[in-house]
């Protein structure tokens, strides 16, 4: 399982560093510095560690209003923590999004629950 959870974590870093340079070729963002780089990828490893340690908290119900409640508990603390990195690293990119997006989506790489007769 901790393979699934790391090919989530390269495959989304793949597609952030190809966003941001495909962004300066073609919007004209400035290029990505390898400090962007490192903060992508710290801000990645952050949101998919934490949304693999949610999910072992409270694993990912069947579809309906127990996953909106869940959505709304793990949204704020995951916002907070992106908007503290990007603090504490000064950093120019997304964190504060990009850690809720990527804590939201990791649990579909977990374990399902298993059903008890």
């Known amino acids: 399982m901790p393979l699934l959870?790391?090919?989530?974590?390269?495959?989304?870093?793949?597609?952030?560093?190809a966003f941001y340079l495909l962004g300066h070729y073609l919007l004209g963002f400035p290029f990505p510095t390898p400090t962007t780089l490192l903060h992508l990828a710290l801000g990645a490893g952050a949101?998919?560690?934490?949304?693999a340690l949610?999910?072992?908290?409270?694993?990912?119900?069947p579809p309906g209003l127990g996953r909106v409640v869940r959505l709304f508990v793990l949204l704020p603390p995951a916002f907070m923590l992106g908007i503290g990195?990007?603090?504490?690293?000064?950093a120019q990119v997304a964190l504060p999004y990009l850690v809720p997006l990527l804590a939201w989506l990791t649990?579909?790489?977990?374990?399902?629950?298993?059903?008890?007769?």
């Open 47 to 51: 949101g998919v560690g934490l949304g």
């Open 54 to 61: 949610y999910h072992r908290v409270w694993p990912l119900p």
């Open 5 to 17: 959870y790391l090919r989530f974590y390269l495959g989304s870093l793949s597609f952030l560093f």
């Open 107 to 117: 649990p579909d790489y977990g374990k399902a629950p298993s059903s008890t007769p």
């Open 85 to 90: 990195l990007l603090v504490l690293l000064q």
